[in-house]
């Protein structure tokens, strides 16, 4: 049997985070009544005219600068030509042969460690369409028009990956810099963030690409890598079955874990696309990309670098903490009360604080315990008032919304003993317990300290300090 | 250029315009008289001319972003064929 | 009947006639005339009497405007709040526009009273306004002969003295042609002076809105409330709006005046010639310079325009799908044909036609062949311009190659119906503003001189057509209403 190898290319759209919409001055916000967001340009009325939002064109330049793309001096709007019903004017507002966002590239972790780049070939604004309900009426399709003419970003990758994996990191890190950017809220559920995949396989070592399946309809990053191993299974079927892949748009069905053709789409279109007469070519000065540049917040892999050379973290936590700005902007929250602490706080958030948020579903933003709260708790460690195993039941106690650290090591009385006179009683006690492990202990036989360690701690219900348990420890045993 | 039947059968469909086979030929006439009076414009040569999609020179204002557009849903809808629960409604379309 | 704006605003001023009463005038006027004429689509009588009476009260608060209590009509392809904006199509038939065009705000803030919308042929395509749902419009001057089109409503609405003054549209000739068939003054306006926001659109780099009126002081009236930047309009232009008025009188002595040869060519009227010769002769006893120039793509224009125009009209139209105003058809069995049915229904002939030569000239694989060398041909006839406005400050020649034709003459030819845009159509391909002014009468039908002015030199046109018509009499000549 050959050896197939996965060729893969996205197309990302990113609903730009603005106030209105691209072409008009009606809402963008999510989840109104149907058509009360839609004004007569949404709507496609006679007469009416678009015109463009400069929130717009400044956030696909900061996408651009971001990527290092070239910027199109003087770009243009095309009408996309064809017939659907939450396709008011019967033409969707692209950008065709002149994008705003030319030729750029990006980075990309990989699992084994390794980093790869991945082509951008472009970014273009467009309007997006509305909606069609089919469920709400039997024989009919209601057709809501809210959405139209909110500002999409299309980012479209080169056919760069290899892997569903490959192709889910790409995605990631678009999604994690969008939200950088502040350009995108990137929440998958209501659309913000929607990936197309381009996918087609081919023998290994073939230099011509297969023929590619368009996947739409795709919502989240699991969805993403389970509807490409789908269609590359398929595909990889159907050709050594003796079949062709045809050149189609298809379907995930997230339920049935499956694509499907889209019967409605196969028709072959001709979208007769043509500058809009509408619209003037929209020009970007170097000064305007200048002032954009300057603007940028510190972006993902900067920052990553920062965290590995000034802070000393792993590339690991590095990594993860920058993988999404919220969990980026917590940690340098937390770090701002506590610079000496980089680590612990890495830890901390990555450990407990991520397993807790996990569980509960919960977004870091939306965190019962917040970075202060969180450092407070971590100080309390840093300066022995407490043992990390108390900080954990502290942390749990903080979850359950008891207070903060200090509150609830005072209630609780979790307070760290210290006291040497106070542990030495303790020890003296332990040892007066079990003359058979003393024994043991005097005749070499080293690990039995941890046996002592264990009850003592037990004993101090683990407030004990760890350090000076060993220390006075091993003076009485000797 | 002579046009035949299928093409302007074609062109039709893509305009989303019912054409019955009667006037078909009508049509088929008409569309390739003015074509040939199009197909003038091979007489010139348009080598190295920019294309010139507006007649003046001017590049796109843009609108700061804010929202100014208030619900006219009733009014808008007021005027609409077939409208139910807001929606506007149209045959069931299958995906 | 047939008095001029600046009449009526003096009457106004002067208190001779109250708004109410010369609204009244015209709508008698329109009652007994308009079924033979059909120049209008809708007349609001009670919003015009209404809005008279509240201009009469402002006059008498002497708070009056330039326009306050001044009738008029707009041509059905501007949007009206509330009242009937039909584009001259069964498509539009029951579409009650909830907005206002840029013009129509414009002229209600200036208080004017709106008489009625105008018929037009549909979606403004259309040299004879024989493509109307509405019925064709007569010329007042032999009602067996067309008005010209597509603003053909308007300018026999002028011209029957059915309203002072009009505004129309302009995407080939819209405009001018009608005014010439009908012996009014007309002019288009530079691409981008005035807003397009609320007109219909057919080819939207080419539509431009202007007014029709007896006379050039009446049409520099109307446009001072017409023209100006909008904010949306993209392509409307941020540039300050001269006073049209105050330059009227001055002076043409030296104005240099170029008559392109190609306009001057085979396939215009000999009768049309002379009238345009004796206008030419008149420039040049005011004091004109006469040169002749070259526009040597003139012929190119036809073409061009027809590809640029309706590859634009064809997209342009598509958002009249049968989904969220104007005409559906009855049950549709799907989707499909909802779109066919409602589309098919609802435009007529002409409009059908240029839709889909417009989505083939579009189309996968003939785009270079047919859009793009258009647009390449359409540089090179602004370059001509731009050539010939270094030699002289206003281009002339006649309007139309003919007098206004038979009704029904061209209906069955639209190739000889296009040719008849032959000398307007390159202005709107290459933005420029234009003019046509009634300069004497071939077969007894009015004949229009064309001026042609450098962009956004509007005022110089309007200043070089008064001062023709301060000297002759061809403006005010009114045609026999029976």
Redesign the interface.
Known sequence: MAAWETVIGLEIHAQLA???KIF????TAFGS????????VD???????????????NMAIKFGVAIDAKITP?S?FA?K?Y?Y?DL????QISQFELPIVGQGDLSISLEDGQSKIVGVTRAHLEEDAGK???E??T???????NRAGTPLLEIVSEPDMRSAKEAVAYARKIHTLVQYLEICDGNMQEGSFRCDANVSVRPMGEEKLGTRAEIKNINSFRFLERAINFEVERQIDLIEDGGKVAQETR?YDSDKDETRS???KEEAN?Y????D???????VTDDDIERIRASLPELPEQKRQRYISDLGLSDYNAELLTGSRDIADYFEQALAKAPTLSSQIANWILGNLTGALNKADLDIKDSPISAVMLIELIDRIADNTISGKIAKQVFDAMWQGEGSADAIIEAQGLKQITDSGAIEAIIDEVIAANPDQVEQFRAGKEKVLGFFVGQIMKQSKGKANPGKVNQLLRDKLK | MTLKTEDVRNIAHLARLQIDDDSLDQYTSALSDILTLVEQMNEVDTSGIRPMAHPLDATQRLREDAVTEPNLRDKFQAIAPDVEKGLYRVPKVIE | MNKTISQIQQGLAKKEFSSVEITQDYLTAIKQHNPAINCYISVTEDLALQQAKAADQRIASGNAQALTGVPLAHKDVFCTDGVKTSCGSKMLDNFVAPYDATIIENFKAEDSVMLGKTNMDEFAMGSSNENSYYGIVANPWDNERVPGGSSGGSAAAVAAGLAPAATGTDTGGSIRQPAALCGVTGIKPTYGRVSRYGMIAFGSSLDQGGPFARTAEDCAILLQTMAGFDQRDSTSIVQPVPDYSTSLGNNIKGLKIGLPKEYFAEGLDAGVASVIESAIDEYRKLGAEIIEISLPNTKFSIPVYYVVALAECSSNLSRFDGVRFGHRCDSPVDLEDLYKRSRAEGFGEEVKRRIMLGTYALSAGYYDAYYLKAQQIRRLIKQDFEQAFKKVDVIAGPTTPEVAFKLGDKTDDPVSMYLQDIYTISLNLAGLPGMSIPAGFSQGLPVGLQLIGNYFDEARLLNTAHQFQLSSDWHIQTPEMK
């Open positions: 603005t106030k209105s008009s001055a009606a809402s009544e149907p058509n009360t967001q839609a004004c007569a709507l496609g009325f006679p007469g009416v005219l678009p015109v463009l939002n400069a929130e717009v064109v003087v243009v009408r030509n017939f019903p008011p004017k019967g033409y069609s309900l089919h709400e009426f024989d009919q399709t209601g057709i809501d028009l379907l889209m019967r409605s001709d007769r696309y043509f500058p007469p509408d619209l003037l070519p929209v020009a």
